[in-house]
């Protein structure tokens, strides 16, 4: 067969018509501005979360920083307390009363950490409002990101993304200030003087937040936040949500403002979009309760606003329950049902979680004690024909003025300290001392025999302001 006859036949694939890419990229979006009640609650969030982030490392307390984690030292300072790894206690209880505290508020009003508080959603506005200042607004910056490439837009862009660079640099800056004090941290950076590890710290919460907030933005609550895909299981029919009234507002569409919506067989939705416009994940909130929905109220204020421009209610769009939505319960019954048993238990957990953290801080002694027994030699012979176990002390001082301690043990007959019992700790400081108790060899029979340390906290004058005891044993060869 001659080939340039019949030549091989060419495979073109068929595609359907309707057939869509899932590997599509993500529009970029452009939330309008928007004012309103939740927007002044969130900004006054915003206010008050960054007011805490960057004062509170400049706060001094005495001739220290206020906060500060210690890790070199082991040492952590929260104004007048001084915690020890020992006390990771609090740690956990704190994390039990912030854990409850977000099953409360979500309980009782959805998402308010996501739209209020957490610091994607707050950095995401601050970088959103410096974008805005430089470059425009909603349609000024789709006109200006459509350009083609011009002085002016690169001169918009590149000043936006300083601004950007320079608060999460200082963001960075703040958060290592944590952690080493922030005034040597601050004459180290201008010295060139700063170590490694807070380098890296520094640029790489900054380049964090300068990545999530300039640009990922809705991404990270969307597909990084865990708290997106478990939030349906801490809501009920009584957690108050932002919803969309669509027994008031459907069918929706345009109108005349004179025009009689009932006329035309209309709901309240004039079909203006702006909700969508507004929402910082790009949702429809038209569309129900979705999993990106992060409560933060921006579709409530804007369709306020346009219901006052038409002359119809507010309320289209509003905080409720779905049961409020299905029986038409007014604002007073809504709330009464939203305190039910299930967060009354919320409540009652918190308040016990917390009366016992703060009683335990308040009982909590200056010191702590740590006692080891010295593993190289458990039991020995010494001068005199006794028995000696030799033990090591941490006495940690967690008061910011020095202790005086006076070191005795119990719970043996003829047991004797032969070493010194006076012991001086400097303030926040931690000191091993070496204990060497002594017992004459036939005073008990071989084996291991209880004991009991004291360690009193002592004044100069020698009066006792408080004991605290230590258990241990002493062995007896064989």
């Not at 006859?5 to 990229?25: F, N």
């Not at 006390?87 to 009782?108: E, H, P, Q």
């Not at 038409?328 to 917390?354: F, N």
């Not at 005199?384 to 043990?409: C, D, W």
Request: glycine share 8%; charged share 20%.
């Amino acid at each position: 067969m001659d080939p340039q006859e019949h030549p091989p036949r060419k495979i073109v694939p068929i595609v359907p018509a309707d057939m869509v890419s899932l590997y599509a990229a993500t529009p970029k979006l452009y939330p309008r501005t928007v004012q309103g009640v939740f927007a002044k609650w969130r900004w006054i969030m915003v206010w008050i979360t960054q007011l805490v982030f960057y004062g509170l490392p400049w706060l001094e307390w005495g001739q220290r920083q206020a906060v500060l984690f210690d890790l070199g030292a082991r040492r952590f300072y929260v104004f007048g307390l001084v915690l020890y790894p020992q006390d990771f206690i609090y740690l956990t209880a704190i994390l039990v009363i912030a854990a409850f505290s977000l099953f409360l508020f979500t309980a009782v009003a959805g998402r308010l950490w996501c739209g209020y508080a957490c610091p994607q959603t707050v950095y995401s506005e601050i970088f959103m409002w410096v974008e805005r200042k430089v470059e425009g607004d909603r349609s000024a910056r789709i006109r200006l990101d459509d350009a083609y490439l011009s002085t002016e837009k690169l001169f918009k862009k590149g000043y936006k993304h300083i601004v950007w660079l320079s608060i999460a640099m200082w963001t960075g800056f703040t958060f290592v200030g944590y952690f080493t004090p922030i005034k040597e941290l601050g004459l180290e950076f201008f010295l060139g003087n700063m170590s490694s590890w807070e380098v890296f710290w520094v640029f790489f919460y900054a380049l964090a937040t300068y990545g999530n907030a300039g640009f990922m933005r809705e991404q990270v609550c969307k597909y990084m936040c865990p708290y997106a895909r478990f939030q349906s299981a801490m809501f009920d029919k009584d957690t108050l949500i932002v919803t969309y009234d669509s027994e008031r507002g459907e069918p929706r569409g345009g109108r005349s403002q004179k025009t009689d919506p009932g006329s035309l067989g209309l709901g309240s939705c004039v079909d203006c979009s702006l909700c969508v416009q507004v929402c910082p994940t790009g949702i429809d909130i038209r569309q129900g309760l979705q999993y990106e929905c992060i409560g933060c109220g921006a579709c409530a204020d804007v369709c306020d606003s346009v219901m006052d421009k038409v002359g119809y209610p507010r309320g289209l769009v509003k905080y409720t329950t779905e049961h409020a939505m299905k029986n038409g319960w007014t604002r007073q019954q809504t709330l009464r049902h939203v305190l039910r048993p299930r967060v009354i238990l919320y409540i009652g957990i918190l308040v016990v979680v917390v009366a016992a953290l703060l009683t335990s801080l308040g009982l909590r002694k200056t010191y702590k004690v740590d006692v080891v027994r010295d593993r190289s030699a458990l039991a020995r012979m010494v001068a005199g024909g006794k028995i000696e176990n030799v033990y090591r002390l941490q006495i940690m001082n967690a008061a910011e003025t020095p202790l005086h301690f006076q070191l005795s043990a119990q719970g043996l007959p003829d047991l004797v300290m032969a070493t010194e019992n006076h012991v001086r700790v400097a303030p926040t400081e931690s000191l091993w001392v070496s204990v060497r108790l002594q017992l004459p060899y036939d005073a008990m029979p071989a084996g291991s025999h209880p004991i009991v340390f004291h360690i009193a906290s002592v004044q100069e004058g020698g009066q006792v302001l408080s004991d605290l005891q230590e258990k241990s044993v002493f062995l007896v060869p064989r």
